[in-house]
């Protein structure tokens, strides 16, 4: 079955710095990924997605992620934070085997430093 | 812009009453989802809706959660007796159609069983 890891469950980064927050996929086919964000109170929204192709996917905000198969991973950057951003991150890909609900990560808690 | 609507927002209850959530998809999107959100955790698929039949249901607990979309539009989710471990963040999803359409996530409904 299909998986997701975020290694890390918080983050903390001063305003101004770069960001990455990582995430590894276990799945047998090519996968479907996605990156969603959460604030307090809000429903989730989708930051960017990876299908085929460009293996580094522009989203909104100014995030980015590299897919990059020899290590399953699908890391989410920003080169420089804005308090604004502090929320929390999934990652996600497509359940599969016919279903096309998403399996998340468990998230990674981002924290902003003035 | 279009959003995916819920209601309640919020919903108290004690353990063995029923409770139902409601959730109204962006206008036209045929696949709709719910998704179960423990605290720190990520989301966690529950049934997924194409029109009005049911797709997967393989992750929801049938003794207690029922599921429908009569007329393929708005769904409505319900347990019945709602026990302890059923308080969660409950969010639905719409999307255009199946496969790798994006989807859109409501505000949720967060319950709380007493």
């Not at chain 1, 990156?35 to 997605?49: D, R």
């Not at chain 2, 696949?31 to 992750?59: A, N």
Request: aromatic letters at 12%; glycine letters at 10%; one cysteine or more.
């Amino acid at each position: 079955a299909q998986s997701v890891t975020q290694p890390d469950i918080h983050i903390t980064v001063s305003e101004g710095a770069s960001l990455e927050l990582r995430c590894n996929y276990s799945y047998g086919a090519t996968p479907y990924l996605f990156w969603y964000v959460q604030s307090p109170g809000q429903g989730l929204q989708l930051l960017l997605k990876y299908f085929s192709g460009d293996t580094l996917v522009q989203g909104i905000k100014g995030f980015e992620a590299e897919f990059k198969r020899s290590q399953s991973s699908f890391n989410l950057r920003k080169p420089s934070v804005h308090w604004s951003d502090a929320a929390e991150y999934f990652c996600a890909v497509v359940s599969g085997g016919g279903a096309d609900g998403l399996t998340f990560g468990k998230g990674t808690h981002l924290i902003i430093q003035p | 812009e279009a959003e995916v609507a819920q209601s309640p927002r919020y919903k108290i209850t004690e353990k063995s009453q029923a409770v139902a959530f409601w959730c109204d998809p962006i206008s036209g999107h045929a696949t709709l989802y719910w998704y179960r959100q423990i605290l720190g955790q990520g989301p966690e698929l529950l049934v997924q809706f194409q029109d009005e039949s049911v797709v997967d249901d393989s992750q929801l607990p049938k003794d207690r959660f029922s599921a429908e979309r009569l007329k393929g539009v708005d769904s409505t989710l319900k347990i019945q007796p709602a026990e302890l471990g059923d308080s969660a963040m409950y969010l639905c999803a719409s999307s255009a159609d199946r496969g790798t359409d994006t989807q859109y996530f409501g505000p949720g409904t967060r319950l709380t069983v007493l």
